[in-house]
Antibody
């Protein structure tokens, strides 16, 4: 059974770079797409981006200039870097496994989620 | 403001059937699969419905999904107190070239 666990600092200063890691257990990252999603306090879900094990990525256009998602198959982990953070980036950050279907009808669903990690941006 | 629109709240009494709507556009719901997530208080979202109307293993058949045109619906029959949660719809958006979520619906079991 695949399980995901986010890790990283809970507090980041404004203008600095937020870095989180998602460790995958019970399965290999070399067989799926993987995604980051966030949820500001009291608000809804926002997709950040995804990575395929080959290294190809896709990011939310609203965050694209500040986001980098990378993978490490040797550690079975993938990571999120978000630069130049502000208070608006304060949120619970989730990593998730993606069920994706490309073709005439596209399917993008996240079937396994980490428990989430809270990141606060404050000086 | 979300690309897909859900009512902010819904409610029902135990045993009732409730429906949550999700309104999108041709670029998302109108041309791609719809997914539904349940988020219990203080927990991570859980996949409830995939590919419009399919239930993952372990999801009770009280939960069902449907899609028509640019709208989708989640129906919960035989409402139970443990169904009290936030529900989100999601779909791939061709304009964004990525997935989008609805704003979420808070379901209260009275």
């Amino acid at each position: 059974q695949v399980q995901l666990q986010e890790s990283g600092p809970g507090l980041v200063k404004p203008s600095e770079t937020l870095t989180l890691t998602c460790t995958v257990s019970g399965g290999s990252i070399s067989s799926n797409y993987w995604s980051w999603i966030r949820q500001p306090p009291g608000k809804g879900l926002e997709w950040i981006g995804y990575i395929y094990y080959s290294g190809s990525t896709n990011y939310n256009p609203s965050l694209k200039s500040r986001v980098t998602i990378s993978g490490d198959t040797s550690k079975n982990q993938f990571s999120l870097r978000l630069s130049s953070v502000t208070a608006a980036d304060t949120a619970v950050y989730y990593c998730a496994r993606v069920m994706i279907t490309f073709g005439g009808i596209i399917g993008f669903g996240m079937d396994v989620w980490g428990q989430g990690t809270t990141v606060t941006v404050s000086s | 403001q979300s690309v897909m629109t859900q009512p902010p709240s819904a409610s029902g009494t135990p045993g009732q059937r409730v429906t949550i709507s999700c309104s999108g556009s041709r670029s998302n719901i109108g041309s791609n699969f719809v997914y539904w997530y349940q988020q219990l208080p203080g927990t991570a979202p859980k996949l409830l419905i995939y590919r419009n109307n399919q239930r993952p293993s372990g999801v009770p058949d009280r939960f069902s999904g449907s899609k028509s045109g640019t709208s989708a619906s989640l129906a919960i029959s035989g409402l139970r107190s443990e169904d009290e949660a936030d529900y989100y719809c999601a779909a791939w958006d061709g304009g964004l070239s990525g997935p989008v979520f609805g704003g979420g619906t808070k379901l209260t079991v009275l």
